[in-house]
């Protein structure tokens, strides 16, 4: 990892390996990050190849502005990078007159930026943070909005659906409870409200007693699972015959819905599946990067 750069990507040689990209092509990387895949995939375009990065948050934007630069100094692809939602994708590929795509991925979720920038919010062991959790900071709805105005039923949903948690209706409970006394402001104050809601005994064992909750919060705040489904048939409309989509999830909600999503377009005659069961990392990865122990990779290649 080149120093100043906090995110490793994950899964990087598998990608490689399996996205396949060839001199000249077009990548398009729409969680561009701290473009740590797209300065590798960029080197196997070349400077006759294109490299379009899509991210919502300009912070990793300019850090990706700054790897790509350092890694070809000039020499490689052309290279555009935006700041948007992926959900834009066909507004981005017509205003770039793209008339297909060879190699597109979707490295979902955060990356370990906002996770070690304490200030956006994102992490349960920090207890000073305000509950903020956008990966654009110029968004409206935080997750202090979420917490101190959704309803009760509204909140239980949330915590059900996007964060799995069996003991979702009594955190709903305890955190109305809570804010009728004043609102909840930290990440801090937060955990205290999760923790007092789960019996002692369920939080013995497993993970921390926050981390479905703050995954839910998470999720609902940028929106993150409800336009997954449609962005990867978006992108897949998008792909030249034989060129592959990569998606990397990390958690089971998102790898469903590749997964489906995959299955639903085999079935339809528009792609192969290449990756049978997801991709893993391996234990001397999961060693050098933690992050890279729930990360899953499917590959398909678009039909010719
Ligand atoms: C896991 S990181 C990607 C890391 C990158 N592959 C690398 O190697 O540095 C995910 C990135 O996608 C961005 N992101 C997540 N959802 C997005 C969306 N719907 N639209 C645009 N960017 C998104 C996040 O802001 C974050 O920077």
């Known amino acids: 990892m080149m120093e100043g750069f906090r995110h490793r990507p994950v899964l990087p040689d598998e990608v490689l390996h399996l996205l396949n990209p ?22 196997r375009l070349g400077p006759t190849g294109t490299v379009i990065g899509i991210d ?3 912070e990793a934007l300019a850090s990706a502005g700054r790897r790509l630069e ?12 935006i700041r948007a939602n992926f959900t834009a994708l066909a507004d ?37 943070a ?11 709805l935080t997750a202090e909005t979420i917490v ?65 909750t703050f ?18 048939r978006t992108a897949v ?4 015959p034989t060129g592959r989509i990569a998606i990397i999830s990390f958690h089971s909600l998102e790898d469903r819905i590749a997964k489906h999503t995959f299955r639903a377009l085999n079935q339809e005659g528009k792609v192969i599946i290449l990756t049978k069961r997801p991709v893993e990392a391996s234990q001397t990865e999961i060693q050098n990067n933690p992050r890279s122990r729930s990360a899953k990779l499917r590959v398909a290649e678009k039909a010719s």
């Open 215 to 232: 995954q839910s919060l998470r999720v609902a705040v940028n929106d993150e699972l409800d336009p997954l489904e449609r962005t990867f």
């Open 56 to 58: 919502r948050d300009p």
């Open 22 to 43: 060839q001199k000249g092509e077009v990548y398009v990387d729409c969680t561009l990050g701290e473009a740590g895949h797209a300065a590798e995939v960029g080197r």
């Open 130 to 140: 305000p509950l903020d959790m956008r990966m654009d900071p110029d968004q409206e």
């Open 148 to 212: 101190n105005e959704y309803s009760e039923q509204a909140l239980t949903g949330i915590i059900r659906r996007y964060g799995e948690e069996r003991w979702a209706s009594r955190i709903a409970l305890f955190i109305v409870q809570a804010r009728d006394r004043a609102p909840l402001r930290t990440t801090g104050q937060l955990v205290k409200v999760i923790e007092a809601a789960i019996p002692a005994s369920a939080r013995r064992t497993g993970p921390h007693p926050a981390r479905r």
């Open 92 to 128: 981005v590929l017509t205003r770039f007159s793209v008339a297909a795509v060879n190699r597109i991925l979707f490295d979902l979720g955060v990356s370990s930026r906002h996770l070690d920038d304490a200030s956006r919010g994102f992490t349960y062991n920090e207890t000073e």
């Open 237 to 240: 409309d998008w792909l030249a």
């Open 70 to 81: 350092d890694a070809f100094a000039g020499e490689g692809p052309r290279l555009h990078l």
